[in-house]
């Protein structure tokens, strides 16, 4: 059937997210899912936001309720501004940017980065969000060597020769989505090197760092170079994902383009959230809130690190998260994560294939599980179903290799 329309080239690049395809399955009754990277709801400071939103609304209702200015509240600005400094940071409030979500940041950073043609170097494996995010752009990406400590700066250090003109690097130093994987500072200071000597500036996408279990987030990579690094970060993790809160901190050459950007896409954002936001942080209510997150991820992280030892079958590979949401497992050879999946969901679980967080060249073995909305018995569970249908799996490989 004919079409009067013309799709732009880069709406053939947009495809779907394959989290979000999953989560639609795991809304069937008794799906124990391990599939979407979901903060816990029960971490939601309800009584804390309904009294902000109250307040707010009878204290400025008309400001709160008008259009607002597309940089972001004043107040919150300045907050995020102070805040940063925990990570070594020194930033004025004028390179802050809010954003509908740190998702939007990335979407920023195509509009004003990415060309066609143009390079950008990512992790290896990434997160699926930000390749979903820049590929409209059309760039090429490069993966970069990566291993348990995160990006290798050897790669880095050959971007002026292996992808000549590359953007910037993505990276995600804290608690990786998908691998939960940290940077150690050794790690982050010779990967700042590299990147320094190749040109390349980088964008730090940081929404996992308040959620430390074994000890507190080293320097962030702005702090080591405040005039080559895009900072991004998120009160979805935090306190709710719901009002869609992020920022971006950049640098003031950079700054005036990614607010034009922003103008055109939503104008601001939602000025009501933001204040609500303000009033709830404000007097240091994360520094009581945040380690109640933390105490109950690491006791849910605790359990899946129990289960899977107890349950997987030899032959998968996984390291313990020190934070974050997520464990990445490697499966034994002739296992397919895609192909599992619907046996999983059959059998009453869901995960995430790990093959849509690369670039290039996908791992069929690597899958996520995350941890943070099941309680310990339903991880316990879960993982055990886990178990059984990998073990399953693995029967039927030596069935048909039997003579």
Not at 124 to 151: C, H, K, M, N, R
Not at 173 to 195: C, D, F, H, I, K
Not at 303 to 318: D, N, S, T, V, Y
Request: aromatic share 8%.
């Amino acid at each position: 059937m004919s079409s009067v329309w013309t799709q732009a080239r880069r709406a053939a690049r947009m495809n779907p997210s394959i989290i979000r395809e999953i989560l639609k399955v795991t809304e069937k009754p008794g799906i124990l899912s391990m599939a979407g990277g979901l903060p816990s709801a029960d971490t939601f400071p309800v009584a804390e936001l309904k009294a902000a939103c109250d307040k707010v609304l009878s204290e400025n209702p008309k400001e709160a309720l008008q259009y607002a200015a597309s940089e972001g509240f004043a107040p919150l600005r300045e907050w995020v501004a102070q805040r940063v400094t925990s990570l070594g940071m020194q930033v004025a409030p004028d390179q802050v940017l809010i954003t509908s979500g740190s998702q939007q940041g990335l979407d920023l950073v195509g509009k004003i980065l990415c060309d066609a043609g143009a390079p950008v170097a990512v992790e290896t494996p990434t997160y699926l969000g930000a390749l979903q995010a820049f590929t409209p752009y059309e760039p090429i990406f490069t993966s970069l060597d990566s291993d348990e400590q995160g990006v290798d700066p050897a790669a880095i250090a050959r971007l002026p020769h292996d992808a000549p003109g590359t953007r910037f690097a993505y990276l995600l130093p804290n608690y990786q989505n998908p691998t939960g994987r940290v940077m150690s500072l050794e790690r982050r200071q010779e990967a700042v090197a590299a990147a320094k000597a190749a040109g390349v500036p980088i964008v730090e996408d940081n929404p996992y760092g308040d959620l430390w279990f074994d000890e507190p987030p080293l320097p962030s990579l702005a702090s080591m170079w405040p005039e080559g690094v895009i900072y991004l970060g998120s009160f979805s993790k935090v306190l709710t994902p719901g009002f869609r809160l992020g920022f971006m901190i950049a640098p003031p050459e950079l700054y005036p383009k990614l607010l034009q950007a922003k103008q055109a896409a939503d104008l601001h954002t939602p000025g009501f959230n933001q204040r609500v936001v303000y009033e709830v942080v404000r007097n240091g209510f994360l520094d009581e809130h945040v380690p109640k997150i933390r105490a109950r991820y690491k006791a849910n992280r605790d359990a899946m690190a129990e289960g899977l030892k107890q349950h997987l079958p030899p032959g998968c590979e996984w390291q313990t998260p020190k934070g974050g949401m997520f464990f990445w497992i490697r499966l034994p050879e002739g296992l397919n994560a895609m192909d599992l999946l619907p046996k999983a969901v059959d059998a009453g679980i869901a995960f995430v294939p790990g093959a849509a967080f690369y670039a290039h060249t996908p791992d069929p073995r690597a899958m996520r599980l995350s941890f943070v909305t099941l309680t310990p018995p339903q991880i316990e569970e879960g993982v055990a179903i886990l178990g059984r249908v990998l073990r399953a799996a693995l029967d039927d490989i030596g069935a048909e290799s039997a003579p």
